[in-house]
């Protein structure tokens, strides 16, 4: 069965530095997602990704954050400058239905 | 604003008997509803769902049972098995935009 995967699995910064988190979702799939989930908390909406273009986005996902499709293929979330608060598991997650599937994670801890 | 709202954030079951999960929501809106399984370090993966149109689905040994009128859903596990260990989260839509998550149960399968 298809996959959605993530890179890199695992990501130290420091805070105020910029990262890229990359995922590939499923090839026929038109929605994307991410979610993150903060150690012991519940999973957070942060961003759905439509037909080229942000559908809707969460109070989390503010200027600092950013989302593209490169290549018809890449997902990616870039942070501009960490925080601290940052640190989270982030899920990208696909659908082309209301059935979402999600990636392994990238789990980012920021310094 | 809690959404969706799982009030056990643990449960232990006997291996072979019926594990339930519990889960309420707020928003008169959603008309799906999805349950997700999380093991450690893994994305979550999807389970079993339910249209708001039905009362019950069932595969194999999960059941989903939606009451729309007590805005509950539940989630039945027969007989549970110790590879059901794990975070369920109840998630919710309605549009294909979006998902809300609960914050998760973790069920704990004992010998």
């Known amino acids: 069965e298809p996959e959605v995967t993530q890179t890199p699995s695992h990501q130290v910064t420091q805070m105020g530095q910029e990262v890229i988190l990359r995922c590939v979702p499923i090839?026929?799939?038109?929605?994307f997602y991410w979610y993150r989930q903060i150690l012991g908390q519940k999973v957070e909406f942060l961003v759905s990704?439509?037909?080229?273009?942000?559908?809707?986005k969460s109070e989390i996902f503010d200027d600092q954050f950013s989302v593209e499709r490169p290549d018809g293929s890449n997902f990616t979330l870039k942070i501009r400058s960490t925080k601290l608060e940052d640190s989270a598991m982030y899920f990208c997650?696909?659908?082309?239905?209301?059935?979402?599937?999600f990636g392994p994670g990238t789990r980012l801890l920021v310094l | 604003d809690q959404q969706v709202k799982q009030n056990s954030p643990s449960l232990s079951v006997q291996e072979g008997r019926i594990s339930i999960l519990n889960c309420d929501y707020t928003?008169?809106?959603?008309?799906?509803f999805l349950w997700y399984k999380k093991y450690p370090a893994e994305g979550p993966t999807f389970l079993i769902s339910?249209?708001?149109?039905?009362d019950k689905n069932e595969d194999g040994r999960f059941t989903v049972f939606l009451n729309k009128s007590a805005k509950h859903l539940s989630l039945h596990i027969v007989p549970s098995q110790p590879g059901d260990s794990a975070v369920y989260f109840c998630?919710?839509?309605?549009?294909?935009?979006?998902?809300?998550f609960g914050k998760g149960t973790r069920l704990h399968i004992l010998p």
């Open positions: 997650a696909s659908s082309d239905s209301r059935k979402v599937h």
């Open positions: 090839s026929n799939h038109l929605y």
């Open positions: 990704f439509y037909n080229n273009e942000i559908s809707e």
């Open positions: 928003n008169s809106m959603f008309d799906y």
């Open positions: 339910i249209s708001s149109i039905k």
């Open positions: 998630a919710a839509t309605w549009r294909d935009d979006k998902i809300i």
